[in-house]
């Protein structure tokens, strides 16, 4: 019986020591995805501005277009018969 009772205690032991061992990976798993979702989160950031510039700069090229055609057309260059 008391050998049970020894190796019962050892069980619940290295069992415990498992638990720990677990907690402290979750415990890093987290960190891990903290640190992703801060990435994720920059990232994000960054590929907004880009888009904000990239349109901005189709939206100011197509303005420029529509400047010139209208300034070519209201200084009366029509095509004349």
Do not use: P
Not at 58 to 78: D, I
């Amino acid at each position: 019986m008391d050998n049970e009772i020894v190796f019962n205690e050892a069980l619940i032991e290295e069992r415990e020591q498992a638990i720990q061992e677990i907690q402290q990976q979750i415990g890093e798993v987290h960190e891990v995805f903290k640190d992703l979702a801060t990435l994720v989160h920059a990232q994000g950031v960054i590929i907004g501005k880009f888009f904000f510039t990239l349109y901005g700069t189709y939206a100011a090229q197509f303005f420029g277009l529509v400047t010139n055609v209208y300034m070519f057309c209201s200084r009366g260059n029509r095509y004349k018969h």
